[in-house]
C-alpha cells in the first residue's frame, strides 16, 4: 500500500468546552492541534486539517483546509468524507485520520493500520483497544479507502451517522493498541488530566 495522506479532524463544535476549536487548547504549553499534526505529519505523505468555518484560523500550519462538504454537522463520517474527497483530487488511495483532541495517539498509528488492513484484507481499519475484556474501537482513527467516497457520501445523505454502521457494512480491521492510546479531552476535567500527561513526558 502506496504511503496514504493524512487528515485532521477539527469539525467538532466542543459543546462541552463552551464551543470553539478544542484543538486551539493549550496542554504543556502547545495546542492539541499542534501536537497531532506533529504526530501525524510524519507517518503520512500530505497533510489536510478538516475543520468547518473561517480557514485562516490555521494559516499558520500552512496545511490545506477542507470543511465538510455536506451540512448540518453530521459528525465525525462527515469529516472522513472531506478528506476522501480532497485525497481523490490528489490521486491518492488511502487517507488516516486522527482526532485534533487526542494530542498523544501513537506514533505508529498509520504502519499499525495498514498491516491490520493488509492481514485481514478489509478496505477500512479502524484503532482498537481493550478495556474491562471489551474492544473499544476508536473511529476517529482510521484507514479509509478513498474509493468508497460515494458510497459513503450516499450512507450520510441517507442520514447514516454512526460510523461503525457503515464501517462493518464494509468490512473494518482492528489494529489494537494500549488502552490509554487514544485519551481526548471533552471537559475541562479531561484538559486538566491532559496537562499532567504532557508534564509527565517532558520528565
Do not use: C
Not at 12 to 32: C, H, I, N
Not at 36 to 51: C, E, K, M, S
Not at 133 to 162: I, M
Not at 167 to 173: E, L, S
Amino acid at each position: 500500500m502506496e504511503q496514504p495522506m493524512g487528515v485532521v479532524l477539527a469539525g467538532g463544535q466542543a459543546t462541552r468546552m463552551g464551543g470553539g476549536d478544542k484543538g486551539a487548547l493549550v496542554v504543556g504549553g502547545r495546542s492539541m492541534l499542534d501536537r497531532v499534526v506533529d504526530r501525524l505529519g510524519p507517518q503520512v505523505g500530505r497533510l489536510v486539517i478538516n475543520a468547518n468555518g473561517d480557514p485562516h484560523r490555521f494559516a499558520e500550519y500552512g496545511l490545506p483546509v477542507v470543511a465538510d462538504s455536506l451540512p448540518d454537522f453530521p459528525g465525525p463520517l462527515a469529516g472522513v468524507l472531506a478528506g476522501m474527497e480532497w485525497a481523490a483530487q490528489a490521486g491518492a488511495t488511502h487517507i488516516v485520520t486522527a482526532a485534533a483532541d487526542t494530542p498523544f495517539f501513537p506514533t505508529d498509528l498509520v504502519g499499525r493500520l495498514s498491516r491490520a488492513a493488509e492481514r485481514a484484507n478489509t478496505p477500512i481499519a479502524l484503532a482498537a483497544t481493550h478495556e474491562g475484556g471489551r474492544t473499544n474501537r476508536h473511529p476517529t482513527f482510521g484507514l479509509w479507502p478513498v474509493a468508497l467516497r460515494a458510497d459513503l457520501r450516499a450512507a450520510l445523505e441517507g442520514g447514516l451517522r454512526k460510523v461503525v454502521l457503515w464501517t462493518d457494512k464494509h468490512g473494518a480491521a482492528t489494529a489494537a493498541f494500549d488502552d490509554e492510546a487514544f485519551f481526548n479531552v471533552n471537559t475541562p476535567e479531561d484538559l486538566a488530566e491532559a496537562e499532567r500527561r504532557a508534564a509527565e513526558e517532558r520528565v
